[in-house]
C-alpha cells in the first residue's frame, strides 16, 4: 500500500542536501583514483565534503527523522532546526570555496560554521526534551501504525537495554565532535592559510572515530534489532565495547599531542575495540531471527551491506592491531567508505522507502549497486593496502585504485539517484 509522506521537511532536507553532497565527493573520488594527477587539488575537498557534507549531514537528518517517532518529542521551533542546516551546509561551502582560493579568512568563517553547527543541533535536542517532558511524549501514532516500516523502530520494552547504550553512545559521540570541531576552529587563528596545524590530527580521530564512527555505531545498536529482526542485543556486552571505543578514541587523541611514540600502542587499543564491536554485532546477526512475525525483515541486499560494513568493522580493527596508522587512507575509508557508508546503504534500503513515500527499488537495480559499491571498496582497500603496509607495495596499486574507486563512486552514484528517480516514477511499495 502507498503511504503518506511522514518524515518532516526538515529531515528531507538535510537528506536530500547529503545525497548532494556525496554525489559530488563520490564523484571526486572516483576521479581522484583514476586520475591520481588530480589528488592534490581534489583530495582535501572531497575529506572536507564527504564526511561533514555527506556522513554529518545524514546524522543531523537521520536524527530529526526518527527522533519524534523514538522518543515522541519534537523539537518546539521549527526555524531553529532550518538555521542549523543553514550553518552546516554553508560551513561545508565556505570550507570547499576557501580551499579552491587559499583564503584562510573564508577558511575561518566556514570552520566557526562547522563548529557552531552541532551547537545548535546539541540546543535543538534539548529544547526537544526540554519541551517534551513539560507536555508529554507525543508519537505519531497513526503513522506508526499504518507503516510496516516504521512500526518496528517503536520504543521497546525488550530493547530498553541496547536503547540506552545507544543513546548514550550518541550523546557522547556528539560531545567529541565539538571538541573536536572548535579545536580545529580555534586552531585555525594561530596560522595562515587553510591548513589548521599542528594538533588538529587528534581533533580529526575524535570527529572521524569518535563523532562518525560513535554515531555510526550507537544508531546501528538501534537499528539493527529491529531492522534485521536478530533477538536484542547484550546490553551489557554492547556497553563494554562502547565504553573501549571511546576510551580508546580519546587515548589515541590525546597520545597524539602528548607523545606520539604511544602510538603503538594506542592505535592497537582502538583496534581491539574496532574487532570487538564488529564482532559483537555480526553475531547478533547471525542470530537474526527469520520467523520473528512482529519485525518485518529487511531485504536481502539490505541484510548484505549490514554484514559488509561489519567485516569492514574488524577488518579495520585488525589493520589498527597490525600498527596502521588510523589517519591513513586505508583506515580513514574502511571507517567512512566501507563500515559507516555501507550500513547506511543497509540502513537506507530499510528506511528511505518510508521516507520517500513509499518507494521501493528493484531488486536487480539494488544488487547491481550494492556489488559495485562492496567490490570497488574491496579494490580500492586493496590498493590503499599497498600503499600503507611495508611488503605489500608489489600490489599493482593504479589499476586497483582505478578501477575500485571507479566502482565504488558509479555504487554511491547508484544508490543516491534510485530514490529521486523511483520518486518521480511514482513506485510505491
Ligand atoms: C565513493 C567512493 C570513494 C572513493 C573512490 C574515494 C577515493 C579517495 C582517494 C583516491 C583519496 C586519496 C586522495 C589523496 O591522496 O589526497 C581519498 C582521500 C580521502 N577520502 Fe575518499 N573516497 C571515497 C569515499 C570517501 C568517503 C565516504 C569518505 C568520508 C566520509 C572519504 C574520506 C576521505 C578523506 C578524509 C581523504 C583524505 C583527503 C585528504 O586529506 O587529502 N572518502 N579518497
Same mark, same amino acid.
Given at each position: 500500500m502507498a503511504q503518506s509522506r511522514p518524515i518532516s521537511s526538515l529531515s528531507?532536507?538535510?537528506?536530500?542536501?547529503?545525497?548532494? =553532497? @556525496?554525489l559530488i565527493g563520490a564523484f571526486f573520488g572516483g576521479w581522484m583514483s583514476s586520475s591520481p594527477s588530480t589528488m592534490a587539488l581534489l583530495g582535501p575537498l572531497h575529506g572536507e565534503i564527504n564526511p561533514f557534507g555527506w556522513l554529518t549531514m545524514m546524522i543531523y537528518g537521520m536524527t530529526y527523522a526518527v527522533l519524534a517517532l523514538s522518543t515522541g518529542f519534537r523539537p518546539p521551533r521549527a526555524e531553529v532546526g532550518w538555521i542549523h542546516w543553514i550553518v552546516a551546509e554553508l560551513g561545508v561551502v565556505l570550507i570547499v570555496v576557501s580551499i579552491m582560493l587559499n583564503s584562510s579568512t573564508m577558511f575561518r568563517i566556514g570552520l566557526g560554521l562547522q563548529a557552531i553547527a552541532p551547537v545548535i543541533f546539541l540546543g535543538n535536542l %534539548?529544547?526537544?526534551?526540554?519541551?517534551?517532558?513539560?507536555? *508529554?511524549? $507525543?508519537?505519531?501514532?497513526?503513522?506508526?501504525?499504518?507503516?510496516?516500516?516504521? $512500526?518496528?523502530l517503536k520504543r521497546s520494552d525488550t530493547l530498553q537495554g541496547s536503547d540506552r547504550v545507544g543513546q548514550r553512545g550518541t550523546d557522547v559521540s556528539l560531545m567529541l565532535f565539538l571538541v573536536g570541531v572548535w579545536w580545529i576552529w580555534i586552531q585555525s587563528f594561530f596560522h595562515t592559510g587553510v591548513n589548521p596545524g599542528l594538533g588538529a590530527d587528534a581533533a580529526k580521530v575524535l570527529i572521524y572515530y569518535g563523532w562518525i564512527g560513535g554515531t555510526v555505531w550507537s544508531v546501528g545498536l538501534h537499528l539493527m534489532p529491529r531492522q534485521a529482526s536478530t533477538g536484542h542485543i547484550n546490553a551489557k556486552a554492547a556497553s563494554f565495547g562502547q565504553v573501549a571505543w571511546f576510551a580508546a578514541v580519546v587515548i589515541q587523541a590525546? *597520545?597524539?599531542?602528548?607523545?606520539?611514540?604511544?602510538? &603503538?600502542?594506542? *592505535?592497537?587499543?582502538?583496534?581491539?575495540?574496532?574487532?570487538?564491536?564488529?564482532?559483537?554485532? %555480526?553475531?547478533? %546477526?547471525?542470530?537474526? =531471527?527469520a520467523k520473528s512475525a512482529d519485525r518485518p525483515l529487511f531485504p536481502k541486499w539490505s541484510h548484505t551491506a549490514w554484514s559488509a560494513a561489519l567485516v569492514f568493522e574488524v577488518l579495520l580493527g585488525i589493520f589498527l592491531l597490525i600498527g596502521l596508522d588510523p589517519l591513513s587512507l586505508l583506515s580513514m575509508h574502511l571507517l567512512f567508505l566501507g563500515f559507516a557508508t555501507s550500513l547506511l546503504y543497509g540502513v537506507g534500503y530499510g528506511l528511505f522507502p518510508w521516507?520517500?513515500?513509499?518507494?521501493?527499488?528493484? &531488486? /536487480?537495480?539494488?544488487?547491481?549497486?550494492?556489488?559495485?559499491?562492496?567490490? *570497488? @571498496?574491496?579494490?580500492?582497500?586493496? /590498493?590503499? /593496502?599497498?600503499?600503507?603496509?611495508?611488503?605489500? $607495495?608489489?600490489?599493482?596499486?593504479?589499476?586497483?585504485?582505478?578501477? &575500485?574507486?571507479?566502482? /565504488?563512486?558509479?555504487?554511491?552514484?547508484?544508490f543516491l539517484v534510485e530514490w529521486p528517480f523511483l520518486l518521480l516514477r511514482g513506485v510505491k511499495e
Amino acid at each position: 500500500m502507498a503511504q503518506s509522506r511522514p518524515i518532516s521537511s526538515l529531515s528531507k532536507v538535510f537528506i536530500t542536501t547529503a545525497f548532494i =553532497n @556525496f554525489l559530488i565527493g563520490a564523484f571526486f573520488g572516483g576521479w581522484m583514483s583514476s586520475s591520481p594527477s588530480t589528488m592534490a587539488l581534489l583530495g582535501p575537498l572531497h575529506g572536507e565534503i564527504n564526511p561533514f557534507g555527506w556522513l554529518t549531514m545524514m546524522i543531523y537528518g537521520m536524527t530529526y527523522a526518527v527522533l519524534a517517532l523514538s522518543t515522541g518529542f519534537r523539537p518546539p521551533r521549527a526555524e531553529v532546526g532550518w538555521i542549523h542546516w543553514i550553518v552546516a551546509e554553508l560551513g561545508v561551502v565556505l570550507i570547499v570555496v576557501s580551499i579552491m582560493l587559499n583564503s584562510s579568512t573564508m577558511f575561518r568563517i566556514g570552520l566557526g560554521l562547522q563548529a557552531i553547527a552541532p551547537v545548535i543541533f546539541l540546543g535543538n535536542l %534539548l529544547s526537544a526534551v526540554i519541551s517534551g517532558k513539560k507536555s *508529554g511524549r $507525543n508519537f505519531p501514532q497513526d503513522m506508526m501504525s499504518q507503516s510496516q516500516t516504521l $512500526n518496528p523502530l517503536k520504543r521497546s520494552d525488550t530493547l530498553q537495554g541496547s536503547d540506552r547504550v545507544g543513546q548514550r553512545g550518541t550523546d557522547v559521540s556528539l560531545m567529541l565532535f565539538l571538541v573536536g570541531v572548535w579545536w580545529i576552529w580555534i586552531q585555525s587563528f594561530f596560522h595562515t592559510g587553510v591548513n589548521p596545524g599542528l594538533g588538529a590530527d587528534a581533533a580529526k580521530v575524535l570527529i572521524y572515530y569518535g563523532w562518525i564512527g560513535g554515531t555510526v555505531w550507537s544508531v546501528g545498536l538501534h537499528l539493527m534489532p529491529r531492522q534485521a529482526s536478530t533477538g536484542h542485543i547484550n546490553a551489557k556486552a554492547a556497553s563494554f565495547g562502547q565504553v573501549a571505543w571511546f576510551a580508546a578514541v580519546v587515548i589515541q587523541a590525546v *597520545g597524539m599531542i602528548v607523545n606520539p611514540s604511544w602510538q &603503538g600502542i594506542t *592505535g592497537r587499543l582502538l583496534g581491539i575495540a574496532a574487532v570487538y564491536q564488529g564482532l559483537l554485532f %555480526l553475531y547478533s %546477526l547471525s542470530s537474526r =531471527n527469520a520467523k520473528s512475525a512482529d519485525r518485518p525483515l529487511f531485504p536481502k541486499w539490505s541484510h548484505t551491506a549490514w554484514s559488509a560494513a561489519l567485516v569492514f568493522e574488524v577488518l579495520l580493527g585488525i589493520f589498527l592491531l597490525i600498527g596502521l596508522d588510523p589517519l591513513s587512507l586505508l583506515s580513514m575509508h574502511l571507517l567512512f567508505l566501507g563500515f559507516a557508508t555501507s550500513l547506511l546503504y543497509g540502513v537506507g534500503y530499510g528506511l528511505f522507502p518510508w521516507f520517500f513515500g513509499g518507494v521501493k527499488p528493484a &531488486g /536487480a537495480y539494488a544488487w547491481t549497486q550494492i556489488f559495485c559499491s562492496l567490490f *570497488g @571498496f574491496i579494490l580500492m582497500g586493496v /590498493a590503499f /593496502a599497498g600503499f600503507a603496509i611495508p611488503g605489500w $607495495n608489489s600490489i599493482p596499486t593504479s589499476p586497483l585504485l582505478a578501477v &575500485g574507486g571507479f566502482l /565504488a563512486a558509479i555504487g554511491a552514484i547508484l544508490f543516491l539517484v534510485e530514490w529521486p528517480f523511483l520518486l518521480l516514477r511514482g513506485v510505491k511499495e
